[in-house]
């Protein structure tokens, strides 16, 4: 079965820090990958989104990702983060059906 | 991108009672619908796939009888929760796919509290 691997669960920064949230998969066919966030009290947002192509993914507010394939790795990274970026991170893998598998979510807590 | 409209946002009710979760494609048909549930600190966890005109697919371990799927319409899916307990107590969203190669569109989400 797939399952998706986040590392940290919560990570705490200060502004301006960068960060790395670490997200691996298991899945041994085609894959789409997916970063999610969730600001309090929100839907959940698409960050952004891997199909096919270019490995390196550049999403809204500055964050990116990169697949690494042989790794079965996607992680999200933003070069400086900023307070409004306090927020639940998810990676998912939607491999069969549309249907998404997501990973257990990392709270980031930027400090001002 | 397209719209999923979920209703209530939030809603606390008594042991024992039924509540209704509605969840609506504003601006698309979505023949398919999956429903997922949060518990606090975890991550949100598929329990069912609803599909129009016939009958929803329920993930291993979510009994079909407490948790009633009806995809009435093209752009309506509902979930009712039946005889809730206070387990039951969760954050629950609903989520269209958006069709190939493009990324699933999420409801608002419903806060349960059943006390």
């Known amino acids: 079965a797939q399952s998706v691997s986040q590392h940290n669960h919560h990570v705490i920064l200060s502004e301006a820090a960068s960060l790395e949230l670490g997200c691996n998969y298991s899945?041994?066919?085609?894959?789409?990958l997916f970063w999610y966030v969730q600001y309090p009290g929100q839907h959940l947002q698409l960050l952004l989104k891997?199909?096919?192509?270019?490995?390196l993914v550049k999403g809204i507010k500055g964050f990116e990702a990169e697949f690494i394939k042989s790794k079965f790795s996607f992680n999200l990274r933003k070069p400086s983060v900023q307070w409004s970026d306090t927020a639940e991170y998810f990676c998912?893998?939607?491999?069969?059906?549309?249907?998404?598998?997501f990973g257990a979510g990392t709270i980031l807590r930027v400090k001002s | 991108g397209a719209v999923v409209s979920q209703h209530p946002s939030w809603v606390i009710c008594k042991s024992g009672t039924s509540v209704k979760i509605e969840c609506r494609s504003l601006?698309?048909?979505?023949?398919?619908m999956f429903w997922y549930r949060q518990f606090p600190k975890q991550s949100l966890m598929l329990m069912a796939t609803?599909?129009?005109?016939?009958?929803?697919?329920?993930e291993q371990g979510v009994e079909k009888d407490k948790f009633l799927i009806n995809h009435a319409s093209l752009t309506l899916s509902t979930l009712t929760v039946t005889s809730a307990h206070p387990e039951d107590s969760s954050f629950y969203i609903c989520?269209?796919?958006?069709?190939?190669?493009?990324?699933?569109?999420f409801g608002q989400g419903t806060r349960l509290t059943v006390v």
């Open positions: 899945y041994g066919g085609t894959v789409n």
């Open positions: 891997y199909f096919s192509g270019d490995p």
């Open positions: 601006d698309f048909q979505a023949t398919t």
């Open positions: 609803s599909n129009e005109g016939s009958k929803a697919t329920y």
């Open positions: 998912a893998v939607n491999a069969l059906g549309n249907k998404l598998v």
């Open positions: 989520s269209a796919p958006g069709g190939l190669n493009t990324e699933a569109f």
